[in-house]
Each structure stands twice: as C-alpha cells, then as structure tokens.
C-alpha cells in the first residue's frame, strides 16, 4: 500500500500552513494535469493561475498570493517548488537493504566497517579502507586499496573508487561512476608519449551526488578536490587536479580541464568545455554549450557559440564569420582615411 498523509501531517513536515481541510488524506504527487483526487501537486508562479480552476488535485502547494484565489486545499509556501520536492521525499522513503556483507562480496580483512553498512554482491573492497555507518554498497561495486568513506553514503551498482579516494558523508554515487583513474597526462619524447605517473588523490565533500558514468581523475600531485554539497550530472568529465566549489551544480556532458579552479555556488548548463588552468569566480552562471578558454574573474551570466538556424542562414554567417578579421581591418583604414580627410577639410 503506498504511503498516505493528511495535509496537517504534511505541513508538520514541510514549515508549510494548511488553508481548507487539514484532514484531506493526500497519497502521491502528480503534475497538475494529471493529478487526482489523493494527490497533491503544485503552482509556483502566476503563470500556472490558470490551473487553479481546472486541476483535479485534492490539494495544491502554493504561495500565499496565489493562495487567496483557491477555493479548495493547499499548503502555503515560499518556496512550493522546495515544497514540492520535500513531500515527494515524504511519500516516496527509498528502502534500505538490511545491514551485512552478500556471500558473494570479497572484502579484505583489514576494512574497517561501521554499523548498519550493507555490501551488496559481488562487491570487491581491497585492504586499508573504511567505511563509515550505515553506507550502502551495491552490487558489483570495487573500491581500492586505502579509499575512505563517511557515514549515509550510497554506492548504486558498478561504481568504482580507485586507490586512495577519500568521499565525505552523505555522498550519493551514480552507476558507472568512476573516482580516482589516471589523469591524462603525458610527456612528449623520440619514441612518442611518456606517461607521467598520477600519484595524488580524489577527495569529496559532504552531501555530493555525482551522476552516471561521471568520471573525476586522480591528481597528478596533490589532489583533485569537490566541494561540500556539490551536484554533479551524468557524463561530466573531470580531469586531475580540477578544484570544484561548494554547492556548484554541473549540468551533463561538460568536461573541465586540468587544474581549473571553479568557485563555489556556480552553475554550469550542459556541454560547457572549461579550459584548463583558469579560475572561475564564486557565484557566475555559464549558458549551455559555451566554451570557456579565460579566467572569469567577475560573477555574472556568460554565454558563448551560436545558437540553432536554418542550414542556409548558418552557412552564409558561417562565412561572414571567417571574414570578420579582414572586415575589421577595412574598417579600421576607412575610419583612419576619413578622420585623415576631416583633418585636412
């Protein structure tokens, strides 16, 4: 049976005031569309008003303007997107496995486990770790030799941890997450390429997620180091020696370059490519798809490429653009020879 609540319990549980009946049993959230009767759903601006007459809903999470235009229940909120997502934590609790280590698990003898940690199958951990209580390890999970970890993690299944990776507590790993491979440096020689032996660590902050077959490269010295509270998409890479803010949140498919420093509480869209070696300033915002090759120094909102157009206008801007030096330059010269003219005039 899913879990149901009466509003009253569910404002206990959110800081949220109950306007209509306190005692309306909500079962699931849904889109304001498709709610029912037993869900709740919510409207975060005005421009979802509409709504207010046409949802089916038993209940709504709203602000309190928003509030004084519906005839039925609500939760009052400031922040009913917040709302929202603390009651779907509320109705949907995630099952925790029982504590203990699957038969089929190889952990070596000297791993130090808390109480409550549960090791899923196939699980391989090597000597010298430690991992904290009431952290789950799914199955097929390897983590190496000397690895820490906090209390109320959570590896999915396949996740590995390299060598000497150190994760916080309340960290969440996403399948396929690998921490701690080789950063991807390189010396040219005669013969080709000589690798440059990886020899420092991967350390992670508290209550960071990283999502699926997200990769963060060991150090080459020193560490690579993400923040506290940091949310990290699927397919991010992130090479060796990358520093990361707190509470930064990386959008899917960006990669950021060796030893770029990135500030804390920044947002990066998708399919960004951050150079290496720069800074990135606390607080700045960077648009889907830009290519970031200079430090930003300044907070603000920054956004580089072209966007989508017909094939027929691209390829003609496409031209346009090659010649946007040698336009430059003739203008330069026809600015000079006129202010030569109103000289001589």
């Not at 951990?125 to 906090?150: E, F, K, L, P, R």
């Not at 020899?199 to 992670?204: A, L, S």
């Not at 010295?221 to 699927?234: E, F, P, Q, Y």
């Not at 960006?254 to 509480?265: N, Q, V």
Request: hydrophobic share 40%.
């Amino acid at each position: 049976m899913p879990a149901c609540f009466t509003l009253s319990e569910l404002a206990a549980s959110t800081g949220t005031v109950v306007q209509g009946n306190p005692e309306k049993q909500i079962m699931a959230v849904a889109s304001i569309e498709e709610a029912t009767e037993s869900d709740i759903s919510f409207i975060r601006d005005r421009k979802y008003a509409h709504y207010l007459d046409s949802s089916s809903a038993g209940a709504l999470i709203l602000t309190a303007e928003l509030a004084e235009q519906c005839a039925g229940s609500c939760l009052i909120s400031t922040n009913p997107y917040l709302t929202y997502a603390q009651i779907v934590t509320v109705l949907n609790p995630v099952p925790k496995p029982a504590a203990g280590v699957s038969p089929s698990a190889v952990v070596a003898d000297d791993v130090m486990l808390g109480e409550g940690v549960h090791i899923g199958a196939n699980v391989v951990i090597a000597g010298g770790c430690s991992i904290g209580d009431n952290t789950i390890i799914s199955a097929g999970c390897v983590i190496g030799a000397g690895c820490q970890m906090g209390v109320d993690g959570l590896l999915h299944p396949n996740v590995t941890l390299a060598g000497d990776t150190c994760v916080g507590d309340n960290v969440i790993l996403h399948s396929g997450v690998v921490l701690g491979a080789d950063g991807f440096g390189f010396v040219p020689q005669s013969s080709g390429w000589y690798k440059i032996p990886q020899v420092g660590r991967v350390v992670i902050g508290d209550d960071v997620e990283i999502g699926a077959n997200t990769t963060i490269d060991r150090a080459a010295l020193g560490d690579t180091r993400i923040g506290h509270g940091v949310k990290l998409d699927n397919l991010i890479h992130i090479a060796h020696n990358v520093q990361i803010g707190d509470h930064t949140v990386i959008a899917a498919c960006t990669g950021i370059a060796g030893s770029a420093k990135i500030g804390s509480r920044c947002q990066i869209s998708g399919m960004c490519s951050i150079a290496g070696h720069l800074t990135v300033a606390d607080g700045t915002t960077i648009t889907a798809t830009s290519f970031v090759i200079n430090s930003i120094t300044e907070p603000g909102v920054y956004s580089s490429g072209t966007t989508i157009d017909d094939h027929s206008s691209w390829r003609r801007n496409a031209v346009r653009f090659r010649q946007l030096d040698q336009l430059s330059r003739r203008v330069n010269a026809l600015e000079k020879q006129l202010a030569k003219q109103l000289d001589e005039s």
